[in-house]
């Protein structure tokens, strides 16, 4: 894949088509418009694309500028990537490349929000490139019309990516290679231990009284398709981990880490409280 910056109306409307592909949008709404995104990237905003040989975009990253305690950020708004791509590693080559760019543009900071209930889009937020969350906003986008969606509530992580970190540096460096973990991990409680079932893992009541270090929270993995194939059991594990996140952030724990379990069905995050010097892998 050849990654580069679009910057013409044309690559812009290309990246609107791949928006109503991929997300499969019904509404016009949902759809950044190419007259957006043309004006954002001749004003400091980013937009990558990935082609393949023959020149179709198979992906794309989009970020705006923004601003965080008085310092220059991006916003990443959207990374996609067609579903015959998705296993290739593109969407981690598009952060990375999106990185590159903000660190030459001086910027060390990009923002993005993502599902808490996305497994694998957590492990390549947390595990290959090193971000940390603290922020959980309920609903942020309202209805969506995408069928990925399924009805449910559109709660996000907003995503802190610090560029030149050295967890980051390390993680980046790592390849997406398991790194050693801090031994207090393993003796983390866990939240909310989930129960097994035939198709997904099942929620349970959550502790909201822990008061450890560092606390682990489950989710179950193929959240999409549970959306698709069972919303009510969607609904119950998108309000359970709701509660446990706005709990737990409001005490001063933040995610750092996330650990992937393909064979059980089911990630776990890493929580750990604000200040804990000893939190990222070495």
Sequence with gaps: MEIRELTTLDECRQVAELEKEI????????????????????RGGILLGAFDRAGTLKGFVYSI??????????????????????DAGLGGALKLAQRDRSLAMGIELIEWTFDPLQALNAHLNFAKLGVVVEEYEE????????????????????????????????RIEARGLPLVRDAGVASAPIVNPSMAAKRWIWPSGANLSLDAPR??????????EMQLEDAPLALE?????????????????RAVDFFLSRPSGRGQYLLARKGDTHTFSQ
């Design 23 to 42: 997300w499969a949008y019904t509404d016009p709404e949902d759809v950044v418009p190419p007259p957006v995104l043309i004006v954002s990237v001749k």
């Design 65 to 86: 500028p923004a601003v965080k305690e008085g310092r220059l950020t991006q916003w990443s708004h959207m990374l996609g990537v067609t579903r015959d791509a998705r």
């Design 139 to 170: 609903n942020i986008y309202g209805e969506s019309s995408s069928p990925l969606h399924g009805g449910s509530p559109t709660d996000r992580f907003v995503a802190e990516w610090r560029l030149t970190a050295p967890h980051v540096v390390r």
């Design 215 to 224: 606390l682990l929270v489950e989710i179950p993995v193929g959240f999409a």
């Design 237 to 253: 594990w998108r309000l359970s981990t709701r509660a446990i996140f706005q709990h737990y952030f409001a005490r001063s724990y």
